[in-house]
């Protein structure tokens, strides 16, 4: 199963987007609010507080202080 580049959600075979860069990266998207927020946006998952890379991130900021 692949998670969402953006927000860090495990998705389901068979669902989501795949966007494949002329790199040869790959992004996978739960939704298109995720796509619209990294590709279009250029926000980052970390300073928004739905994802799950933010929660992450609020967790090991408690822990330092």
């Known amino acids: ?27 996978y998207f739960c939704s298109g609010k995720c796509e619209k927020n990294l590709l279009n946006l250029n926000r980052k998952a970390r300073k928004l507080k739905w994802t799950s890379f ?3 991130t609020a967790k090991k900021e408690e822990t330092e202080k």
């Open 1 to 27: 199963m692949a998670r969402c580049t953006f927000c860090g959600v495990t998705m389901e075979k068979g669902t989501g987007k795949m966007f494949v860069y002329k790199s040869g990266k790959i992004d």
């Open 54 to 56: 933010y929660e992450k």
